[in-house]
T-cell receptor
Framework: DQQVKQNSPSLSVQEGRISILNCDYT??????FLWYKKYPAEGPTFLISISSIKDKNEDGRFTVFLNKSAKHLSLHIVPSQPGDSAVYFCAATLTGANSKLTFGKGITLSVRP | DSGVTQTPKHLITATGQRVTLRCSPRSGDLSVYWYQQSLDQGLQFLIQ???????AKGNILERFSAQQFPDLHSELNLSSLELGDSALYFCASSPHTGTGANVLTFGAGSRLTVL
């Protein structure tokens, strides 16, 4: 049972444009959501997160939006840069003890120069 | 460098064999997590240790086992290996205070190839 779903396996955008990466989850108990970025031959690195008490969190070019009623979150990258080309994983967790992260399958983002 | 060290980086072995993957967590982190990433799959949670004790178990096969030692490093043991065990194995660590959000820091992974 895939509790965190990233239904689009890949996305290609032009440099300078907006990249929108989507993620859906099924477990309404999740209360904290994270995005990780992964380059080839490296481990995933933390990018940005959002608590369920918020609907938006911004960090530089990266903004994460959360729609709890739809159980949907999205990552916006503006403007997109070639160095953003990577695999992006959405993850969800319950805060507190035993708080492992549940990951989606990832989206491969390609930013064309 | 994330501060989480995994060895070996690459490992090629044969079916039926046993291997051990090693992980040193980031300094100060008490929790260690193991994840498996197979082809076209996301990161599948295997097991979590906190300060030497098993805390949570995911989709870990009975042929696999792990432990966390007093110095907080962890080892993942994979035995009776099958072709389908070929994957990237990631270790992650976190402070895991038991409250608040839990952001994991990942190592670079160990790529296991079973022939």
């Amino acid at each position: 049972d895939q509790q965190v779903k990233q239904n689009s396996p890949s996305l290609s955008v032009q440099e300078g444009r907006i990249s929108i990466l989507n993620c859906d989850y099924t477990n309404s108990m999740f209360d904290y959501f994270l995005w990780y970025k992964k380059y080839p031959a490296e481990g995933p690195t933390f990018l940005i997160s959002i608590s369920s008490i918020k609907d938006k969190n911004e960090d530089g070019r990266f903004t994460v939006f959360l729609n709890k009623s739809a159980k949907h979150l999205s990552l916006h990258i503006v403007p997109s840069q070639p160095g953003d080309s990577a695999v992006y994983f959405c993850a969800a967790t319950l805060t507190g003890a035993n708080s492992k992260l549940t990951f989606g399958k990832g989206i491969t983002l390609s930013v064309r120069p | 460098d994330s501060g989480v060290t995994q060895t070996p980086k690459h490992l090629i072995t044969a079916t039926g064999q046993r291997v051990t993957l090693r992980c040193s967590p980031r300094s100060g982190d008490l929790s260690v997590y193991w994840y498996q990433q197979s082809l076209d799959q996301g990161l599948q949670f295997l097991i979590q240790y906190y300060n030497g004790e098993e805390r949570a178990k995911g989709n870990i096969l009975e042929r696999f086992s792990a432990q966390q030692f007093p110095d907080l490093h962890s080892e993942l043991n994979l035995s009776s290996l099958e072709l389908g065990d070929s994957a990237l194995y990631f270790c992650a660590s976190s402070p895991h205070t038991g409250t608040g959000a839990n952001v994991l820091t990942f190592g670079a992974g160990s790529r296991l190839t079973v022939l």
